[in-house]
């Protein structure tokens, strides 16, 4: 057993490290507060793989493992996690499901340039479209329907909070086909975004991951040829949770990422702000915070690359996943809290980030599965 990263993987590091102090941090706070997409820095990413860091280079990726992205996501996430959730949905639910499970056909037309995150010039990403306003946790309960007409499909419904809702050039939909059959019943299919019936909602006015564009996706009416589903008919259930549970490594990375930048932020100030004639950093009060704050995201980080070495040893990581993404995000929400905290009133402003952070973390607690989720997953898997 080695706890040490090799030169791959510090190099790796070391360049997310710098895209994201030289390319997000300018404008970060302008983009909060505007809600403004990070194209530019998408765009940028693209060019140095990472919005298809796992994919084969055969289709167009980078050709990396699953520790690489951990450590990618989680240096990105330290700045803008923002930027970092739209890498994790294009790496962990779009490209991951369709390199896994699509046809080589899909791959052709539409793994290639996702991995690549251009076509033609053009950002050209995905979102993953599950939940619905009658069906978040409960992924059973899809009211989207996909109507089978022998060579097309006809989709109607609505999907609520799509991460890269009005950005993203493909969607992978869930819909339900035979009601009668229940999860065996749900299909899972690749939608353009410009085929006729698809509206993109409004956008919404989030409280954290402003920069984000998330949105409700509606389908009227929309034909989907047969080519288009993913896998064997009634395949679609299986797919959102086999995918679903790398996403989460995706997301444990990105709490990881808030943990940390937000203890950074407060080791940092602690050294400088002054209170009873000394640096704060020599009150024990601070120092146990700043101790608690490095113990814990210490365990959080082993968590997530012990998920994403399991899935790279091709093994079982559902119990892993789940247990980095629950200790991850909640050490996400109190670290950055603490932080605030360390800074007094100036973690209340927003040019010191952490009142920025500490919003940022509590989505992830939320999406791809909630804390009371995960420990589901993660009780039946110890009481087997």
Known sequence: MQFQLSEEHLMIQRAARDFAQTECLPGVIERDELQKFPKEQILKLADLGFMGMMVEEKYGGAGMDTISYVLAMEEISKVDASVSVCVSVNNSLVCYGLQQYCSEEQKQKYLIPLAQGKKDGELYIGAFLLSEPEAGSDATSQRTTAEFKGDHYVLNGIKNWITNGSS????????????????????????????????????????????????????????????????VDGFGFAFAMKTLAGGRIGIASQALGIASGSYELALKYSKERKAFGKEIMHHQAIQFKLADMATRIEAARLLCLKSAWEKDQHLDYTLSSSMAKVFASETAMWASTEAVQIHGGYGYVKEFHVERM??????????????????IVISRSILK
């Open 358 to 375: 500490m919003r940022d973390a509590k989505i992830t607690q939320i999406y791809e599965g909630t804390s009371e989720v995960q420990r």
């Open 168 to 231: 993203a050039s493909v969607y992978l939909v869930i819909a339900q086909t035979d009601i009668s059959k229940g999860h065996k019943g749900i299909n899972a299919f690749i939608v353009e975004k410009n085929w006729p019936g698809v509206v993109v909602g409004a956008k919404e006015n989030k409280m954290g991951i402003r920069g984000s564009d998330t949105h409700s996706i509606s389908f009227q009416d929309v034909k989907v040829p047969l080519e288009n589903r993913i896998g």
